[in-house]
């Protein structure tokens, strides 16, 4: 390999060369040329390399112990807190089709640009190189992933959030066929952040199944596991026949029965899909990303390619997410990021209790209410965004098939949305054809996830916009045809917990874990429907019990008014909104369009019927 030995020792050389796969040598030896790090570090499998990755993170200022046993913080920029969708690209060829909504870049142009851009980038800095596996060891799922970072706090994030998978890489027997994710944080302030935000980039090279991003170090944006190698599977999963999707997957297990039915669900950034997934007395197997396939059963498997949470830390409190709170203030390996440290503990953005006025936090060393940012904003304590990362297996209510190569069966989706005026807090699919056209219609009012205004209507495609890289036509139909290849088709519902009535919510956080028992007993056949336009709601008599059962609580007929009214007018304007997209997209399957007409003049006849834009559930007949 042409790299200097002062470079890359021999020792790491030889890590390198055991995997006997010659694609891994030319791209480690290629971008250790172009990025110029000054030492170049091989990560295996084994304890005290990843050990390594640890400690340095502390050692070279990327975190910070805290006083909990366990525990750090990493800062990234103030201008770095969240997804950077403006730089973000999917590199194109002529002959690849994208959709509007997707962002796209010429390839070479593309390739050219990052590659000035890197070169030079990791002067005077160690770089990573570490071999993961997206998804169960030894699984028909799985996927090979390389990552070459300069930041330690990456190395360290990715090693708690996926398998290891040096051994995994071996087991390729040199074949080609893995992602490569090459990142570099760039030159580095005095608080070890990124300098030149104005050149960050993060590129998606699907023809070389690879993702280039610099000068950056939120996880959106760095860990090349995440959301990045999401957008190659997304390709791949839609050039093959199967899903890749930004869904948790979890175990739904009805109290006093003995069973368990596995769920998937998408949901847009702060949409409550950690906290569903997380909901007690369930399991949890992922809360971000799942690969779907068909099993030979025909049933739909799925397996979480991760096997930890960057979770948002903003709203966790003990009350109304128990698990994680317990979590997240005990001894463990742990991550925070961009919340207030005060004398070594962490404080965050709603967590049940005052927050002290001064501290360390995302601004600077030495935060103090009432500090303001360049443009005059006043800087909060913690940042909206702020994260925890942490291994699921730390979670209580692991599920046992987390590790299962053969993943989990799936007998119910879940699209989670979040509008204040429109849907009802669960509904059900009238078909999975209905289903895919629910996911493909989500809409969520936007929050701090991204870079960007809050609370506008953004519409979000199974909650996957962002990472799509495929034409929206082409991503539909493979919904549809997975469903078809099924012999044991899931349930599909939406959930909407945001729905207001004068400003205020009409449910309760905790809410959400009797609209799950009320979807898996629809799974099973329990609950009978009241069947509306836009698909089978509850009856009051099974939520009415359930809420009796689940919380000693009394579930007032008032309160299903409100909540399961259906709102015919605003979900005419929903479709509208929708129709507007759709019609700009090419190549849309022509039953989803059937779908959407259905659904309107179900909707018309719908208000002719009952001469009401608001139609109470129990006049339903
Ligand atoms: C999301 O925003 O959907 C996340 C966090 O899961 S990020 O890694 O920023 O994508
Ligand atoms: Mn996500």
Redesign the pocket.
């Known amino acids: 390999m042409n790299v200097d030995q002062s470079i890359l020792s021999q020792e790491n050389l030889k890590k390198l060369e055991y995997l006997n796969n010659p694609k891994v040598l030319k791209v480690v030896e290629e971008f250790t040329n172009l990025l110029k790090p000054s030492k170049v570090t091989v990560i295996t499998d084994s304890q005290g390399d990843i050990d390594y990755v640890r400690r340095k993170a502390i050692e070279i200022g990327e975190e910070s112990k805290l006083a909990m046993e366990g525990h750090t913080i990493h800062y990234d920029s103030y201008f770095d807190q969240?997804?950077d969708k403006a730089n973000t690209s999917v590199l194109v060829t002529p002959e690849m089709k994208m959709s509007k909504v997707v962002k796209t870049k010429p390839r070479e142009e593309g390739i050219k640009e990052i590659t000035e851009i890197m070169d030079g980038a990791m002067s005077g800095k160690e770089v990573l190189v570490r071999f993961f596996c997206l998804g169960p060891l030894d699984s028909k799922f799985s996927i090979c992933a390389l990552q070459i970072t300069d930041s330690f706090y990456v190395g360290h994030s990715e090693d708690i959030l996926y398998r290891s998978g040096y051994e995994e890489f071996k087991k390729l027997n040199g074949s080609e066929d893995f992602f490569y994710l090459v990142h570099s944080a760039g030159e580095l302030d005095e608080r070890g952040n990124t300098l030149n935000i104005d050149k960050r980039r993060i590129y998606m090279d699907l023809k070389a199944n690879r993702v280039l991003t610099v000068n950056n170090q939120?996880?959106?944006?760095s860990?090349g596991l995440?959301?990045l190698a999401l957008r190659l599977a997304i390709y791949k999963a839609n050039n093959e026949d199967w899903l890749t999707e930004?869904m948790f997957i979890m175990g739904i297990k009805p109290q006093g029965k003995k069973r368990i039915s596995y769920f998937t669900g998408a949901f847009?950034?702060?949409c409550g899909?950690t906290s569903t997934a997380m909901v007690p007395g369930q399991t949890i197997v992922g809360?971000?990303i799942a690969y779907l396939r068909v099993w030979d059963d025909g049933t739909c498997h799925a397996v979480n390619i991760e096997q930890g949470i960057?979770?948002?830390i903003t709203d966790v409190n003990p009350k109304d997410d128990p698990f994680i709170y317990e979590v997240l203030t005990t001894p463990r390996e742990l991550i925070f990021s961009n919340i207030l440290i005060n004398k070594g503990k962490a404080y965050w953005l709603n967590m049940g209790q005052e927050l002290p006025s001064e501290g360390k936090n995302h601004f600077s060393e030495n935060w103090k209410l009432g500090d303001k940012d360049k443009d005059g904003k006043e800087v909060g304590h913690a940042h909206k965004?702020s994260?925890y990362t942490v291994r699921i297996n730390e979670l209580s209510n692991v599920d046992p098939n987390l590790h299962n190569p053969d993943g989990v069966p799936i007998s119910g989706v879940i699209y989670g949305g979040r509008d204040s005026d429109t849907s009802v807090p669960v509904f059900q699919s009238l078909n999975w054809e209905h289903g895919v056209y629910i996911g493909a219609t989500i809409e969520s009012e936007t929050t701090a996830?991204?870079l960007g205004k809050e609370g506008v209507r953004a519409f979000s495609p199974m909650?996957n916009l962002?990472f799509l890289v495929v034409q929206l036509g082409k991503y539909i139909e493979n919904h549809i045809k997975f469903g078809k290849r099924l012999k044991n088709v899931p349930l599909v519902f939406a959930t909407n917990y945001f729905i207001k009535e004068n400003g205020e919510f009409l449910s309760e956080k905790v809410d959400k874990k009797v609209w799950l028992i009320w979807m898996e007993g629809r799974v099973h056949g329990e609950y009978d429907a009241i069947e509306t336009p836009i698909g089978y709601i509850p009856k009051y008599e099974d939520l009415q019990q359930l809420f009796k059962q689940i919380f000693n609580r009394d579930y007032s007929i008032e309160l299903y008014e409100k909540q399961f009214s259906i709102r015919i007018n605003k979900f005419l304007e929903k479709i509208d909104r929708m129709e507007n997209i759709y019609k700009e997209e090419k190549d849309i399957p022509q039953v989803f369009f059937n779908i959407m007409n259905e659904q309107k003049e179900k909707l018309l006849a719908f208000k002719k019927k009952y001469g009401k834009d608001i139609v109470n559930p129990f006049l339903i007949v």
């Open positions: 969240a997804r939120y996880a959106g944006n860990l995440k959301k930004h847009p950034s702060a899909k809360d971000d960057f979770g948002i965004n994260r996830a991204t909650a962002d």
